[in-house]
């Protein structure tokens, strides 16, 4: 049975970094093919995704928030570790990491998520 | 940047209808990289429909999608009370992935 469970704080203040991890169990990490996301969903908005990282260390980020992102994985402990730097209030949101499989036939959809993690930014 | 532009914002139905969903991508998108995500309140989105066309593992067959290019379709042949919820397109063929702002389907 694949899960993903996501955790961290439950509240930042502005400026600081947030780090959240992504344990995962059933899968590997170092299985050709395999990939772990991150999503976000602030309160009542829509997802968006964050960044990706690969079994061969690739990363992705999405170019709006590329410069505040880092991905890392730990294939060892089987966790995905996200880095958010100079958090601000409207990173407030709901927090998801999700399994994508690049090989047929999902291709790269989020097959698994993680149950989310919420993350308040607030003096 | 691919940008998804999901109609209708909400879709009041009632059970035993049909719906319908759209999704319309602002440059071609390879329809194996088209999924469709369902989220209920408070639970994390769930994937229905990836590839466009293929279902799901656990997925019932009252739900399908097709489409290729830009435009793609959800359908829901009879609503059971259960599929009340919102709908994501999410297209992952190409960096930085991208999802659909999302299609709420409520009871009429």
Request: net charge positive.
């Amino acid at each position: 049975q694949i899960t993903l469970k996501e955790s961290g704080p439950t509240l930042v203040k502005p400026t600081q970094t947030l780090t959240l991890t992504c344990t995962f169990s059933g899968f590997s990490l170092s299985t050709t093919g395999v990939g772990v996301g991150w999503i976000r969903q602030p309160p009542g908005k829509a997802l968006e995704w964050l960044a990706l990282i690969y079994w061969n260390d690739d990363k992705h980020y999405s170019p709006s928030l590329k410069t505040r992102l880092t991905i890392i994985k730990d294939t060892s402990k089987n966790q995905v570790v996200l880095i958010m730097t100079n958090v601000d209030p409207v990173d407030t949101a709901t927090y998801y990491c999700a399994l994508a499989v690049i090989a047929a036939p999902v291709l790269g959809a989020f097959d698994i998520w993680g149950q989310g993690t919420m993350v308040t930014i607030s003096s | 940047e691919i940008v998804l532009t999901q109609s209708p914002g909400t879709l009041s139905l009632s059970p035993g209808e049909r719906a319908t969903l759209s999704c319309r991508a602002s440059q071609s998108v390879s329809s194996i990289y088209l999924a469709w995500y369902q989220q209920k309140p408070g639970q994390a989105p769930r994937l229905l429909i990836y590839g466009a066309s293929s279902r799901a593992t656990g997925i019932p067959d009252r739900f399908s999608g097709s489409g290729s290019g830009t435009d793609f379709t959800l359908t829901i042949s009879r609503l059971e009370p259960e599929d009340f919820a919102v709908y994501y397109c999410h297209q992952y063929g190409s960096s930085p992935r991208t999802f659909g702002q999302g299609t709420k389907v409520e009871i009429k």
